[in-house]
């Protein structure tokens, strides 16, 4: 079965920074890549997701990068800011529902 | 204000009783999934359900039990035979299950179990 490994496990920036976050997959199968963001006591929320078929897709600060070939994917957030501060999973999807990362904590530091 | 609802937040029971967590969505979503959610362990999913009336095993489902009668409710059962229960259950939902779909999946807002 799919696979999905994420780091770091947690990552400190300073507010105006970015921040990159990695993860890696292993059934060539899987073709929806999601990533959630999920603050504390809450329930976790989609932040932007990528299909196979493309390679990049950004959304204001926000982006997420997809190699095929090497089986990994990454979210990219720019100009963090202290509402950024979370806990962050990346996922995928092929032939099995969503399996998940373990999650990344993100604090951005004022 | 569509959505998915969990009940109650919080939960404690005494070690040795069963319980049963609430999942209720008004999406008119056909797949629905219960997760546990452990420090430092991310998701695992515990059942999936694609359809009324029919459900699947995830990675964790020793010790759970699931129904789903009708499609807004997919409610979950901790048993006592659950060895460690105390956790964080977030209950999910999405258009389709289907092989290879794209749907984006919503979470709930989550129960937090404790067992005493």
């Known amino acids: ?110 | 204000d569509g959505g998915i609802t969990q009940s109650p937040k919080y939960l404690f029971r005494k070690e040795g009783q069963n319980v049963t967590l609430s999942c209720e969505q008004n999406l008119n979503h056909d797949a629905m999934y219960w997760y546990r959610q452990d420090p430092g362990q991310g998701l695992r999913l515990i059942y999936y359900s694609q359809i009324v009336n029919d459900f699947q095993k995830g990675d964790i489902a020793e010790g759970y039990s699931v129904s789903r009668e009708k499609k807004e409710s997919f409610p979950l059962t901790v048993t006592s035979a659950q060895k460690n229960p105390t956790a964080f259950y977030l209950c999910a939902s999405s258009l389709r299950a289907a092989r290879g779909s794209y749907n984006e999946q919503f979470f709930g807002p989550g129960t937090r179990l404790t067992v005493l």
């Open chain 1, 1 to 110: 079965g799919e696979n999905v490994e994420q780091h770091p496990s947690t990552l400190s920036v300073q507010e105006g920074d970015s921040a990159v976050i990695k993860c890696t997959y292993s059934d060539s199968a899987s073709n929806y890549f999601p990533w959630y963001k999920q603050e504390l006591g809450k329930g976790p929320q989609l932040i932007i997701d990528i299909r196979s078929n493309v390679g990049e897709k950004k959304d204001q600060r926000i982006a997420v990068t997809l190699n095929k070939t090497a089986k990994h994917f990454s979210l990219h957030i720019t100009e963090t800011q202290p509402e950024d501060s979370a806990v962050y999973f990346c996922a995928a999807r092929g032939n099995t529902p969503l399996v998940f990362g373990k999650g990344t904590r993100l604090s951005v530091i004022a």
